[in-house]
């Protein structure tokens, strides 16, 4: 063992000693155990709620999206097609056409405005036309399962009084309850509908794929646009892509969170400066002699170094095993509850993550150990005979 390591040590271990010393060094190991623990559970708390968004993000968008960068319809349907064919772990791919529409209910007492596409799950053959809308839509209307809604497109037909607005009237099969993450339509019908109120009767407005791994969704956009003809007649998209704003905020709001709690460590390393100091004055005597026994000022110095990253050392395992524990205890048994009709989760979720609990660790430990850098200074600056003076 060094003889920094040595000293270091042996001055941690006889400050219990002396009861003021030893209680300024319990606050700082318990103050930096409890902001590493404090910047743990937040981070868990935050990565368990950003897994289930990025997961209702994978489940609920499409993961290939590929669409007109010009126009409003896919100039060579065919071709995208087959370009997603291309793409490794693709499972399915499906038309997409969506339009503007009006919604009312079978009086037309109620109308609002909506968005409607076709079904991504095509209804059985034979089975009953209809369609599905949101819980929100069958609110505002009035209408529950079973009873007849009308959709108004804005386009129209020639008729003998004139033009009329194309309409179809539906019964309502599903009124379904969606995330607030959900990009699904408000009114999902079957394709044929979605046709007749788009006017679409050829080809599609996108083509949708999902995907096997949807983590793979990057490198499966790259063959699709390998194997898309040249131009820049398409836009692929992932379900990344589309979802980048929503992304942002995730990543900013953990950075946001990480910076605010990490204060808490930073006023920890206020004591552990404090404790150095303290300790300085109390070994003036021993680093008098020392320095006369032919130390050098950086060994000196480094005795404290090492003292400071023992504290840091000693504060952030018992903060991380402290925070580690109260997440996976919190996750585990559900010691925090949410009601389900309001948050679609019974519970808080906590997660824990390997790499934000490392940079945890370095930014605890690197915080201790630059709040031991100016006591340990001073001390390699106290010459021999001044610190055996000044410890009578």
Partial sequence: MRFETFVALRYLAASRRRAHVALIATISVAGLAIGVAALIVSLALLSGFQDRIRLQMMERSSHLRVSAARGATLPDVEAARRALARAPGVLEVQAAIEGRAWAS??????TVPVR?????????????????????????????????????????????????PISVVLPVLQARRSGLLERSADVEVSEETARTLSGVGAGAFALEARLKDPREAESAARVVRAALPPGSSYRVETWRDRNAPLAFALRLEKVVIFVTVALVVVVAALNVVSNIALTVVEK??????????????ASLRRVYLTLGAAI????????????????????????????????LLSHVPFAIHPAEVAAVAVFALATALLAAVMPARAAARLAPGEAIRLSR
Avoid: Q
Wanted: aromatic share 4%; net charge neutral.
């Fill in 116 to 164: 409607f596409r076709n079904a991504e799950e095509p209804a059985p053959r034979g089975s009953l036309d209809g369609a599905r809308i949101s819980a929100a839509l069958a609110a505002r209307l009035h209408v529950s399962v079973g009873d007849l809604v009308r959709l108004s497109s804005s386009r129209s037909r020639l008729s003998p009084i004139g033009p009329v």
């Fill in 284 to 297: 003036k005597r021993d680093l008098g002699v020392f320095t006369a026994m032919g130390a050098a000022p």
């Fill in 105 to 110: 209910d079978a009086d037309g007492t109620t």
């Fill in 312 to 343: 840091g050392v000693i504060g952030t395992a018992a903060g991380l095993v402290l925070g580690i524990g109260l997440s996976l205890a919190a996750d585990r048994y559900h010691l925090v509850p949410l009601p389900s009709d309001v948050y």
